[in-house]
């Protein structure tokens, strides 16, 4: 195909994945999702089209910022760098020029300056490193082991046996295990080695040769050009001015000593027949975990284990064992403290302050006057008792924020661990995945081990119930997917598409022999959607207190995410010891409750309020069910009120209203609806109430006569009152003002560019 036509059919493709993001006719529903899935295949299965792409791509983002279409700026950035970090042959001034291109995409607000400043980092290194994105990526994504760069990931895929039917278990299952067969790790060092020499050397690399070379070499040669290749690059990296030139000599004298002879550049008159275009260097798919999630703790297990050396597997019963290693003391964070038991006695203490008794001296061998040792206890600053967020500084539950990175959290403790949680389902798993999110933070204030050295990422792709299900049920348990794709159409287009292939892909037939498996589509959107994922939504967690008509019975706490539905219960329950009295149909209908909640504002003062009324139930939502709330990616406009800047639920109360007319009294019902924080209600009368929370059946509370719903705040340590006499006055004003205003517990979910202001 000569170069205008390959130009003409990635110019067709990048602007179907265009029309996708500005238009919703009907029919390209049935191939959202694909366009951009093939356009990556295209040059992944032809390296060379790579460069053209890259162009491409470049032209159409110049032309969204003239003419201000930004709502396809995220979508095509991530579509370029994507491109970038797996291609070879890219000239330093398409590099110069994409990356001059995210500079002044920083002058816009956020997210667009967010995301283009995290590309145009990369794009530093990228641009004077050839191949550094390419092979940190394999090397966290597969777990080989680097001193010069320790940074490891591992995507953990959870999925509710009681929500995923067993099909597309099993046809997720069999997808991720044919790709494993295909990434030993010796395949992954062998990519690694190719597309370091093919990034650095251009065309003067014999990538045929060097493919050859390499899949001839034994594991202990393979492992020197691998360590070789991976040390030149990652030193060079890290230079405060890394230098092109060097870097490329560095590779050449490690091309030439893997091939020899052969590495010297062919003559024009060569009879050898032209050499067949480079093999493609496959990206490998990340080390994917499958898990039914069927225990409570298991989140939590899985994540010690993945921190837990592969020399101390054994975990103790309760996993309490686990502690933080390798921390150093360092005065400024912490304070050593050893709690003695010495009784004050002169002759309990040493002679002299640099002498200690033998241990076999009389002193020691007299057990009233033994001297036993102190206990020591870490103290942390207020700022450091509870860290905020494993993502950074944490925002509201509609806003937006890059993830915190790998930075150093404390000194000599740097997260070179990343967490990616994946979650497949719909709002009942969102909720599952909220108690397990509260859980962890919770264990965090009385074993502080996991926040210093992991990074945890939050994924979500929603699989509904089939077609064979009634539409109002799809709506229904969708509704934080649907919110998603609101906020961000890119996830729209690349995760919430999922769905029906995902249903598609477990009604075809399983096939059992892995190596037949070709360009699972599911596995690479999954993949692309762990990469590029990077910009976290944040949604408030909100804390209920259950009361129960029986008063031996000790009230329940728990949380939820999306939803908590009231409902009236038909049974009674006695009342002073007297029997129901006769009630009309009026009265029959519903029952009295008493609800007392704090106004939202936006002044955000406090306002009370308490009302009285007979309703047959409530229901309280803390997901946005339109898009008034925010404002969309696909056509931002520029009028739109901006998203409201607090946390509050919207309650649907479900009132019984008596009027009179000719005809008698007549009763009819009326939605009214409010927006609060915190909200408190109760049954003044006789009836019951049952709560569902976050539309899971299997979290129902029956015989309930009051509950309470505040937003769940940041698990605190029952320590902290005993550390607040070691701090000073200023620490101990911090300490109450924290406790009079608790920092709100937010669960962030990654999309692609977050919410769209």
Not at 165 to 182: D, F, G, H, K, W
Not at 229 to 239: I, L, P, S, T
Not at 254 to 276: E, T
Not at 416 to 429: E, F, N, P
């Amino acid at each position: 195909m000569e170069s205008s036509d390959v130009e003409l059919d990635l110019l067709r493709s990048v602007q179907a994945v265009l029309r996708e993001l500005s238009t919703q006719a009907p029919m390209l529903q049935g191939n959202q999702g694909m366009w951009r899935w093939s356009l990556h295949k295209k040059v992944e299965r032809d390296p060379g089209k790579s460069p053209a792409l890259v162009r491409i791509l470049l032209r159409e983002l110049e032309k969204a910022e003239r003419e201000d279409l930004r709502h396809v700026l995220i979508p095509l950035l991530h579509t370029l760098m994507y491109v970038l970090v797996k291609a070879t042959g890219i000239t330093e001034e398409l590099y110069r020029r994409t990356y001059t291109f995210c500079t002044r995409l920083l002058t816009l607000p956020t997210p667009y300056c967010t995301v283009a400043l995290d590309c145009a980092i990369q794009l530093k290194t990228e641009t004077a490193v050839p191949g550094t994105l390419y092979q940190r990526m394999v090397l966290a994504e597969q777990n080989l082991i680097s001193e010069l760069h320790p940074y490891q990931e591992r995507v953990f895929l959870f999925v509710d046996p009681e929500l995923v039917s067993a099909s597309v278990c099993s046809a997720l299952l069999l997808e991720i295990q044919a790709a494993e067969v295909q990434q030993t790790p010796e395949a992954c060092m062998r990519h690694v080695v190719s597309h370091a020499l093919q990034a650095a050397l251009g065309d003067a690399c014999q990538a045929a040769t060097v493919h050859k070379k390499l899949q001839a070499s034994p594991r202990r040669t393979l492992e020197l050009y691998f360590h070789a290749v991976v040390a030149a690059v990652e030193r060079m990296a890290n230079e405060p001015s890394p230098n092109r030139a060097g870097h490329q000599e560095r590779l050449e004298e490690i091309y030439c000593s893997l091939l020899g002879p052969l590495a010297a550049p062919r003559g024009p008159c060569s009879c050898d027949p032209p050499p067949d275009r480079p093999p493609s260097i496959p990206l490998p798919s990340p080390h994917i975990t499958f898990h039914l999630w069927t225990d409570e703790e298991q989140l939590w297990k899985e994540l010690v284990l993945f921190l837990r050396p592969s020399s101390h597997l054994h975990l103790s019963a309760d996993l309490e064992a686990l502690d933080l290693q390798g921390l150093p003391p360092d005065r400024e964070l912490a304070r050593v403290s050893v709690l003695s038991t010495d009784s004050g006695i002169e002759r309990d203490l040493p002679s002299g302050p640099d002498e200690l008794p033998a241990p076999s001296s009389p002193e020691t061998e007299r057990a009233g006057l033994q001297r036993k040792g102190g206990i020591k206890k870490r103290t942390w600053l207020p700022g450091l008792l509870l860290p905020g967020s494993w993502l950074g500084a944490p925002g509201l539950h509609q806003r937006t924020g890059g993830p915190g990175g790998d930075g150093e959290l404390l000194p000599g403790i740097s997260r070179v661990h990343t967490a990616r949680v994946l979650v497949l389902g719909d709002d009942r798993m969102l909720g599952r995945l909220a108690q397990a999110y509260y859980t962890l933070r919770k264990r965090e204030t009385q074993k502080f081990c996991l926040t210093p050295r992991l990074s945890l990422q939050l994924y979500y792709i929603p699989v509904l119930a089939p077609e064979g299900s009634s539409t109002s049920r799809q709506l229904e348990l969708g509704e934080l997917a649907a919110f998603l794709g609101r906020a961000d159409r890119w996830y729209h287009s690349t995760v919430n598409t999922l769905c029906p292939a995902i249903h598609k892909l477990a009604e075809m037939p399983p096939s059992w022999d892995t190596c037949q498996t070709v360009d699972p589509f599911i596995l690479d959107a999954i993949t692309y959607y762990i990469r590029m994922g990077t910009q976290p939504i944040y949604f408030q967690i909100y804390a209920v207190k259950i009361f129960f008509s029986d008063l031996s019975r000790e009230p329940e706490e728990d949380v939820f995410l999306t939803e908590l539905k009231a409902k009236i219960q038909d049974s009674r329950f006695p009342k002073d010891g007297c029997p129901a009295k006769k009630r009309g149909v009026a009265e029959g209908q519903g029952a009295e409750l008493s609800i007392c909640y704090q106004k939202a504002l936006l002044s955000h003062r406090a306002r009370e309020v308490t009302v009285s009324l007979r309703a047959t139930g409530l229901v309280l939502k803390a997901i946005p069910a339109s898009d008034t709330e925010v404002s969309g990616p696909t056509h931002p406009p520029r009028t739109a009120a901006p998203v409201t800047d607090h946390t509050c639920l919207n309650v649907n109360v479900t009132e019984v209203v008596k009027s009179s007319n000719l005809a008698g009294r007549a009763f009819s019902t009326v939605t009214n609806t409010f927006r609060t924080a915190n909200i408190w209600i109760q049954s003044q009368d006789q009836k019951l109430l049952t709560l569902w929370l976050d539309k899971d059946h299997r979290r129902t509370f029956k015989d309930v006569v009051r509950f309470e719903v505040t937003p769940c705040p940041e698990p605190c340590s029952g320590t902290q009152k005993s550390k607040a006499s070691w701090l000073g006055s200023h620490q101990q004003n911090q300490m109450e003002a924290t406790k009079a205003n608790p920092t709100p517990l937010l669960m962030p979910i990654n999309t692609f560019s977050g919410i769209v202001q």
